[in-house]
């Protein structure tokens, strides 16, 4: 003890000795001896007093251990309930997590903090909101473009390109003939689906108009047409199909 450098002894440290150097106290020890002695202090009562001799929990934090099982049905032992039920829904198998478990495990880790999705609306909000968005201007359409072009039939109308007369805008319109066969709760949802989905990632849908038993519904333009089109016509490179998936992936998940 005396041979020790001064101060580098506790005299509280080990019990009625008080022969222990501080630099050999763990760090964590310490605080908590520095949190005692501030709190006897301010209260007048220590910890041995408090709590019968036994010092309150420092910095506590519960650590899930987690390692390559091959015996197991996921590949990994210790996985914590959630995150196992995470595993076993993404379907990555119990092979592909044995060659890559660290990957397996980020993912697992990313998925469970920060990729959390929002609650679902209710329905009745959902309701309320398609109500609203749904509305049909009960004009003729046709002087407000020019340049109808038809580009393409479905089962229930006719599409056409143009140009906006107002503004220049490329459009894309969408003719239905409505009769009494036509299913107009089907329509009045679609048409507020593509009203609410206001994303950079998904076709803008930008009005509708009734005239003369027909639907006349106007959106956006895409330059290169329908990406099925774009698919049987060109091969794509693979840097051009990774954008494709991103951006279809982007619109998903709005």
């Not at 440290?13 to 501080?22: E, F, H, K, Q, R």
């Amino acid at each position: 003890r005396n041979s020790l450098p001064e101060g580098s002894v506790s005299p509280s440290s080990a019990g009625a000795d008080g022969n222990i150097p501080t630099f050999l106290i763990p760090t964590n020890q310490k605080a908590v001896r520095a949190e005692a002695a501030k709190r006897a202090h301010e209260t007048g009562v220590t910890d041995g007093e408090e709590d019968g001799g036994i010092s309150r929990p420092f910095n506590f934090q519960h650590v899930t251990h987690v390692q390559v099982d091959k015996r197991t049905s996921t590949g990994f032992g210790g996985l914590p309930d959630e995150w196992r039920k995470m595993l076993i829904s993404s379907g990555i198998s119990k092979e592909e997590t044995l060659v890559n478990p660290q990957l397996v495990l980020d993912v697992l880790e990313f998925r469970a903090g920060a990729c959390v999705r929002p609650p679902p609306p209710r329905a009745r909000d959902v309701s309320a909101a398609q109500k609203r968005a749904c509305s049909f201007e009960v004009q003729d359409p046709a002087p407000l473009f020019e340049g109808l072009v038809q580009v393409g039939k479905g089962s229930s109308g006719l599409v056409f390109s143009g140009v906006m007369k107002d503004g220049g805008r490329k459009i894309a319109v969408k003719k239905l003939d409505l009769n009494k066969q036509t299913d107009i709760p089907s329509l009045e949802n679609e048409i507020a689906m593509m009203s609410l989905s206001k994303s950079d990632h998904i076709v803008e849908y930008l009005g509708s108009y009734m005239w003369e038993n027909q639907l006349w519904i106007v959106m956006e333009a895409m330059a290169y047409g329908a990406l099925c089109d774009v698919l049987s016509e060109t091969e794509l490179r693979e840097p051009v199909i990774a954008y494709i998936c991103r951006e279809v992936c982007k619109a998903l998940a709005f």
